[in-house]
């Protein structure tokens, strides 16, 4: 028997597919297909947040050299509140990596909800739904080649 994919959750085999308890041997499988879910707006607020916590630092250090160098105060002031303004900008810096990642990871994880269907004995059967592109897609590909060498090996 060969592995194609294999997680806490979901194994791939040459034998059959299994998700969770569900086990669908792939010999009953007469097709397999994808569908996407409904945009998840909730995803797209979150991505936005973190692309807003990037970059409101930034702007907050623009504004704060801005009103610095209008205010026309005295030059220990404008540096003060010119130096003030850098370092707002500069705090983006330590926290850039994290929400980065965290921006990196709300792609991997996607808008939509994925579905991997599959005719089970003359009727469709919802065998996965998964928000995460990146897995899904591993084990849509996994399942495809799965299948893929069982019809070579049935010729």
Known sequence: MITYYDDRF???????IRVGGRSYPLAELAG??????ERSWGALAGRGAVGVALIAPIVAA????????????????TVALVGGAC????????LADLLLDRMDRSYDRGTRDLQLWAEVR?????????RD????????RA??????????AHR
Not at 32 to 37: D, E, I, K, L
Not at 122 to 130: I, K
Request: without cysteine; positive net charge; hydrophobic residues 55%.
């Open 62 to 77: 623009a504004i704060g050299i801005a009103v610095a160098l209008s205010l026309h105060a005295s030059i220990s002031t």
């Open 10 to 16: 979901v194994q791939v085999t040459s034998a059959a």
């Open 143 to 152: 399942l495809q080649r799965a299948m893929e060498r069982r019809a070579l």
């Open 122 to 130: 003359g009727a469709p059967v919802l065998v996965l739904q998964t």
């Open 32 to 37: 397999v297909w994808h569908r996407r879910g």
């Open 133 to 140: 592109a990146l897995k899904f897609g591993q084990i849509y």
């Open 87 to 94: 370092l707002v900008g500069l705090a983006v810096g330590p």
